[in-house]
């Protein structure tokens, strides 16, 4: 496998162009990990906005000849997840964009409540301020059941180091959690001054978990995707299993995502100048070629599959009779002419 590369000049252009062009979209946590080459970057943005932010994911990876294709993974819940591959590197390229944060079950902020604890980067994109970042890690990173503290989260993240260097955000992110506001802003100023509350994280703990009643569709979602659709998706078994790595052979993996992704060619996106795909934008489509015999349907097949179609093909003959098929029920004939 290839060495992992410096990607900060690679991602800029896309979360500058992403700041320009959706107002509502914000990077909820740090992206040092994807400028390292070995992470994501998870964003936040209303759901209205997907599509379009789709479409510029699409179009920079059109623009860019060393990636491609562009994958969509719907399984995880609260969001999609776009990622492209790129040559010289294992990794994979990978944007997050969901409609909310959860912790213990419920929501801990959405994109709207992103738009105020946000500030445009020194780079030039729009991310969550460092005090606020440093909250919202403490409480996911950090924070184990009871109120006990996970030091390894903790370092990781450098949550202690986020806190001390904006109080002022450590103060208005902490008003998410509501009634709990007061005890996580007493957590959070331990934690900068290096020592652990408890009391306070326990309170917040508790209130957390309250409040997952009210949200009874949230937990069902993130427990069907733990105990059911994260197994079955080969998307998130490279993430959580193999560090995003992408195995040797990219083709055989690509072609067993395309079983149940989006996976298509990026150049074909009109933000990239080539010509539209007549291909929709879904899991996938049947292209059915009729006539009799000696008419060129498998030279239209064979052009069809080799230059124009760049998602893996299934390729099957069938041939209808009047009483019924020669072919046995189910069989895949791929040499019709025998």
Known sequence: MGATVDRTELWLPLLRRLTEQHPGWSIWKNARSAFA???????????????????????????????????????????PHFITLQEGSPYIVQLDVKDRGTF?????LDAQDLQRLSEIDSLGFRRIRPGAEGVIKLCMNGLRRGGRPN???????????????????????????????????????????????????????????????AEPQVAASRLWFLYYQAARCPVVALIRNDDRRV??????????????????????????????SMLPSGRGVHVVVAGPDGTGKS????????????????????????????????EMVSEPHR
């Open 37 to 79: 080459g070995t992470g994501d970057i998870d964003s936040l943005a209303p759901e209205a906005d997907w599509p379009a932010i789709e479409a510029t994911f699409e179009g920079w990876v059109a623009e860019r000849p060393d990636l491609g294709p562009v994958i969509v993974c719907r399984h995880i819940p609260q969001g």
């Open 104 to 108: 213990r079950g419920s929501t801990l």
């Open 299 to 330: 030279t239209v097949v064979d052009h069809l599959v080799g230059d124009v179609l760049s998602k893996p093909v299934l390729v099957m003959h069938h041939r209808p009779h009047l009483l019924g098929t020669r072919s046995k029920r189910g």
């Open 247 to 276: 195995p040797d052979d990219r083709v055989r993996w690509l072609q067993e995502v395309a079983h149940d992704h989006e996976v298509r060619d990026a150049s074909d996106a009109p933000s990239g100048g080539g010509v539209p």
């Open 151 to 213: 030091p390894e989260g903790l370092r990781i993240k450098g949550v202690a180091e986020l806190l001390r260097s904006d109080p002022e955000g450590v103060a208005a992110a902490a008003d998410l959690l509501g009634p709990a506001a007061d005890a996580l802003r007493r957590g959070a100023h331990a934690v900068a001054a290096g020592t652990w509350d408890a009391r306070a994280m326990r309170q917040v703990d508790r209130w957390a978990l309250l409040r997952s009643v």
